[in-house]
């Protein structure tokens, strides 16, 4: 007899319900909820008037130009990389509404060890073109675009398939909006889910399967929040 004063359906519940509590504890790597400054990233920036923060819970980030904002902790799959992003549009100067993107899995071919921030970059856009990395761009070319693409370590070569080359309105963004973009490896599935639903997904017969996440933009105004990593 048990003298908990708990229904034997209650505590049958309870105990079942514990493993599966206990393994998504499990499942969480990283996480950063943007109170306690920016000492996870890492910030290649091609002008100085950039402006990168982190407060309040969220990630702020404000830049005439060019900009890649690495987290620091090397990844290896099958992961998920989970976070709320939204283009600002509230009068400055950088408000244009344009470019959430991200790179994943990234890795530098040409460095010992191919860690992608054994060297720094200036954040120019084409100085990325050197890494083994998946990347997407979301309302990229003024909010007239969004893409996803296989970097394969060639200067000048980023493969576009047709399939990942959206200009569809509803793959574009919407000023001031909060959505939430999960970025998927799991072995040869890759894939780009925005709100739940699949923006880009392919089979990679030669899958990345470890390397560094990075936020990238390009004179624009984002701000992120909840931003998680978990094991699939």
Same mark, same amino acid.
């Given at each position: ?14 105990? @079942? ?8 504890? $499990? ?7 943007? *109170?306690? /400054?920016? !000492? ?19 990630? !702020? ?15 290896? /799959?099958?992961? @998920? ?13 950088? !408000?244009?509404?344009?470019?959430? &993107? ?5 890795? !530098? ?5 191919? *860690?992608? #921030? ?12 050197? #890494?083994?990395? +998946? +990347?997407?761009?979301?309302?990229? &070319?003024? &909010? ?6 296989? +970097? ?20 574009? #963004? ?5 959505? =939430?973009?999960?970025?998927? @490896? ?19 017969? =030669? ?12 004179? *624009?105004?984002?701000?992120? $929040? ?7």
């Amino acid at each position: 007899m048990i003298g908990t004063g708990l229904s034997r359906r209650t505590l049958l519940a309870a105990l @079942a319900s514990t493993p599966v509590a206990a393994r998504a504890a $499990r499942k969480m790597l990283y996480r950063d909820d943007f *109170s306690h /400054g920016l !000492d996870q990233w890492q910030l290649e920036a091609a002008s100085p008037q950039a402006r990168v923060s982190a407060a309040q819970g969220v990630l !702020d980030i404000d830049t005439p130009a060019g900009l890649t904002l690495w987290f620091r902790q090397p990844l290896k /799959g099958p992961v @998920a990389i989970a976070y709320d992003v939204r283009a600002v549009q509230a009068g400055g100067p950088q !408000d244009a509404v344009s470019d959430v &993107n991200a790179f994943w899995m990234a890795q !530098d071919p040409a460095v010992p060890g191919g *860690s992608a #921030l054994a060297a720094r970059r200036t954040g120019v856009f084409e100085d990325y073109d050197s #890494l083994r990395t +998946y +990347y997407v761009g979301i309302g990229g &070319n003024r &909010n007239s675009t969004t893409r996803m693409r296989r +970097y394969v370590g060639r200067a000048g070569d980023r493969p576009l398939l047709p399939a990942h080359d959206r200009t569809d309105p509803a793959a574009m #963004l919407t000023p001031n909006r909060w959505f =939430h973009l999960r970025l998927i @490896a799991d072995g040869a599935h890759i894939a780009v889910e925005r709100d739940g639903e699949t923006l880009f997904a392919m089979t990679d017969r =030669h899958p990345y399967r470890s390397g560094h996440f990075g936020v990238r933009t390009t004179q *624009s105004h984002i701000q992120l $929040r909840k931003f998680s990593i978990t094991r699939l």
